[in-house]
């Protein structure tokens, strides 16, 4: 009897050092845990990431000699092109009428409206056909639109614009350079089932002024490349 109660002490006195031992291994492991957990490496600096995707390429002599190089044998074709750009004029035929002038989309007087088919000769060298819908109407500097060019062939550029009040310079469809419309452009149109519209763009003739002194205002000048 005396051995059976000696017995179940000591195993009691066992169960108590193992259930101490592993309290105190939980402990550590988490411990370890939260250590790992605050160890974890810091994300690498954004700039940083874009400087490895995106690596600055050395200039060498031989780039600025290509450049050279392009600058005096596509001189003339780009003075050309640089003059082509300075205006447009888009011919337009359908249901549509409208009348008026726009001195850029600051201050203008008229209105559009209805479905046309053009023949565009416009801004940042979009030539082929369009197939517009809509409204448009300004009344000084206050303008409403919902407008769309759909459909294009050629290098005319598709857009949809709807709004009123003042549009955003800033919006996409204005890039200078890119966008399928001028903000700053000096317009005149009139239609009754056909018609046209002429523009003058200002930026394109300060680009133009500028290309003369071989300096491209807006990045669009052809260059020569190495292949």
């Known amino acids: 009897m005396k051995k059976i109660f000696a017995i179940l002490l ?3 006195f066992a169960a108590t050092l193992s259930a101490a031992n592993m309290g105190q291994t939980t ?4 411990q370890q845990t939260q250590k790992v957990e605050v160890s974890y490496p810091k994300a690498k600096d954004p700039q940083t990431l874009d400087d490895i995707k995106n690596p600055q390429m050395e200039t060498t002599g031989d780039d600025i000699t290509q450049k050279i190089i392009s600058k005096v044998f596509c001189y003339v074709p780009n003075r050309i092109m640089d003059f082509l750009d300075m205006t447009s004029l888009d011919l337009k035929g359908g249901l549509y009428g409208g009348l008026g002038f726009r001195l850029t ?3 203008g007087l008229g209105a559009q409206y209805g479905v046309n ?3 565009y000769k416009d801004v940042n060298r979009q030539y082929g056909i369009g197939f517009e819908r809509g409204y448009q109407a300004q009344l000084v500097f206050l303008t409403m639109e919902n407008i769309s060019v759909t459909d294009p062939i050629g290098t005319v550029k598709e857009f949809w614009r709807h709004g009123s009040n003042f549009p955003d310079s800033n919006a996409e469809v204005y890039a200078i350079g890119t966008g399928a419309r001028d903000y700053w452009a ?3 149109y009139a239609y009754a089932l056909a018609g046209a519209k002429v523009g003058v763009h200002p930026i394109e003739v300060a680009d133009f002024i ?3 002194f071989f300096y491209d205002l807006i990045d669009d000048d052809i260059q020569l490349k190495r292949y």
């Open 10 to 12: 000591a195993g009691m």
């Open 27 to 30: 402990t550590v492991e988490r």
């Open 105 to 107: 989309n600051y201050f």
């Open 210 to 212: 500028t290309g003369l």
């Open 117 to 119: 088919a053009g023949l």
């Open 186 to 188: 000096i317009e005149v």
